[in-house]
């Protein structure tokens, strides 16, 4: 290089040590940075000949670039840490980064120091972005199950359970919902326990039994102090059922189809019951109760269960079960399904009529 090319880039390089004698790095590498892109690129021409004093020049350079990295690693590093004492996580995961990216390769107790404190701002960081997303929601299902609405807030909580993807099993957020969707749903199962008392005190036992896999179908499967109770006292009304009255209120065929078809309807039935035109969640230019379709078509999918199960026990001459069956589709058959309620009506004239002829 020439006098007037080397002099260029030396007048970076003094740009350069003013600032690092002001421990201004950023514009100690900014200078070094310029410096060394004019050595390049006066390197790259063909009539340029670098001399050894040339190349102490870009050694020289290179080992302010370093320096400068090596220290603004370090401011980086405490803008991370403050960052994250004062819990702005994503400042703080940017700034760590950066650190990282700045230290050199061979600085490891630095980089593994600001690695940990980096995994650090990660989580935190995630579990703010989680807590924003999920706290509309079980803010929402604390208030519905403070007022009573178990089913809507059961509804609300899955939301919530539903942006918690990756968290820990045992992580805090995971641990209040799984506790509230617990609580809501012993709740909803509280008004069985007076209907199944009822049931069997007046020997309704067939009845008792039904409405106790009902309840446990609305309980969890984590719930297993619940659930080993209900299965307790299941097993007692079992001993005095008849073999007839078990298969009957056992749904033997399908039992995947007879438990989801139960749930939903029960789960449902729950909406419906607890909705209020009060609730201000509720769209104001909508009238009577938002759940209706749900549960109408919930009653129309149990309801054809046992209509089909009922036409399989009358092709077997069990024509007392056959009829249960048939009064039960009847029950839960919404009023618009005119067919086949009048189908329904008309099978339980025909086997009142055999089971009377039998009789006569």
């Not at 002099?7 to 970076?12: G, K, M, T, V, W």
């Not at 059961?154 to 969707?181: C, D, K, M, S, W």
């Not at 001993?239 to 139960?262: G, I």
Request: proline share 2%; charged share 35%.
């Amino acid at each position: 290089m020439n006098n007037e090319q080397r002099q260029n880039i030396e007048a970076f390089i003094n740009e350069a040590d003013s600032s690092r004698e002001a421990d201004d790095w950023s514009a100690v590498k900014q200078n070094c940075l310029k410096a060394l892109e004019e050595y390049v690129r006066l390197e790259d021409e063909e009539d340029v000949i670098v001399t050894p004093e040339d190349k102490d020049l870009k050694a020289k350079l290179e080992k302010f670039i370093t320096e400068a990295d090596g220290k603004l690693a370090l401011v980086q590093r405490d803008l991370g840490m403050a960052a994250l004492a004062g819990k702005d996580y994503s400042r703080a995961v940017d700034a760590l980064e950066e650190a990282i990216d700045l230290a050199a390769e061979t600085d490891v107790a630095f980089l593994e120091s600001v690695k940990k404190d980096l995994d650090k701002a990660r989580i935190r960081e995630h579990n703010q972005k989680i807590y924003r997303e999920i706290t509309p929601f079980v803010t929402r299902g604390d208030e519905f199950r403070n007022e009573g609405n178990f089913g809507e807030a059961i509804l609300e909580y899955q939301e919530a359970l539903a942006l918690t993807v990756g968290l820990p099993a045992e992580h805090r957020f995971l641990n209040y919902i799984h506790e509230a969707v617990l609580e809501a749903r012993r709740e909803l199962v509280k008004p069985y326990m007076g209907r199944i008392s009822r049931a069997v005190d007046t020997g309704k036992l067939s009845y008792a039994y039904k409405l106790l896999q009902r309840a446990q179908l609305l309980i969890g499967n984590d719930d297993t102090i619940y659930l080993a109770f209900f299965e307790q006292i299941k097993e007692n009304i079992a001993k005095s059922l008849s073999a007839e009255d078990r298969e009957d209120v056992e749904e033997v065929e399908a039992p995947d189809d007879w438990s989801q078809a139960v749930k939903d309807y029960e789960e449902a039935l729950n909406l419906y019951s607890s909705y209020s035109v009060a609730d201000p969640l509720a769209p104001a230019y909508r009238d009577g109760n938002i759940y209706e379709d749900r549960f109408v078509a919930s009653r129309r999918k149990l309801a054809m269960l046992y209509y089909k199960r009922a036409e399989r026990l009358k092709e077997k001459a069990e024509f007392s079960r056959a009829l249960k069956n048939f009064k039960e589709a009847l029950k839960l058959l919404p009023r618009e399904d005119d067919e086949i309620r009048h189908k329904s009506f008309r099978q339980i004239r025909e086997l009142r009529a055999q089971l009377s002829a039998r009789t006569g």
